[in-house]
């Protein structure tokens, strides 16, 4: 059974040696993943890449993290101890966020976005239900994650947005710039407030 999407890894990709060789290679890299569906919630799997394509991508990419999303082609799908489990057959980071749909001019103190972005995911298999294509505004998901920041919910909890599309990374990035500045004030409030109390 094969599948292809957006998948994000769990943690980062590690080398493992094989007991027996396969396919002719004695180790290979171990990818946990999950892939994230609005109805089912998180899809845990895990993948094994093998072979000099995997070498060379991890040595082009050793900054791979927990929370980064791979563009994959998966062969071999099937359970193994309640987990999904495959072979990749080819990789590629999967693009941060779709190309900006208009310019910008105004400064900011995040990078220029894009004005819209997707919400669309790709099925874990093709069996699975597909959210048709569809777009939201950048400002609709940048008051969400303030809000979210405001009300002290936790990013993964509050972000509606599929983990792996464009809008999730956008509501993300807001969130985090909220809290920062919510904590720059809350600290410049503190400083103040102990500087009135110091004896002049």
Do not use: N
Request: aromatic fraction near 6%.
């Amino acid at each position: 059974m094969k599948t292809s999407g957006i998948f994000f890894l769990r943690r980062p990709p590690y080398r493992v040696q094989l007991a027996s060789p396969r396919d002719g290679h004695g180790h290979g890299w171990q990818l946990l993943l999950g892939e994230r569906h609005s109805q089912r919630g998180i899809q845990m799997l895990a993948a094994m890449w093998l072979g000099p394509e995997a070498d060379a991508f991890m040595q082009a990419h050793p900054e791979l993290k927990a929370g980064d999303c791979l563009d994959l082609q998966l062969d071999r799908l099937h359970v193994s101890r309640d987990e999904i489990v495959g072979f990749v057959e080819r990789g590629d980071l999967a693009p941060p966020r779709w190309p900006a749909a208009t310019e910008d001019p105004s400064p900011s103190a995040l990078p220029t976005p894009p004005q819209v972005v997707s919400c669309g995911v790709h099925p874990l298999t093709p069996s699975s239900p597909h959210m048709p294509h569809s777009i939201v505004a950048l400002a609709t998901v940048k008051k969400r994650a303030q809000e979210a920041a405001r009300a002290r919910k936790s990013a993964d909890e509050a972000c509606p947005y599929p983990f792996e599309s464009a809008a999730a990374g956008s509501f993300k990035a807001y969130y985090e710039a909220e809290i920062q500045r919510m904590q720059a004030e809350q600290a410049g409030a503190v400083q103040e407030a102990s500087q009135e109390g110091l004896p002049s």
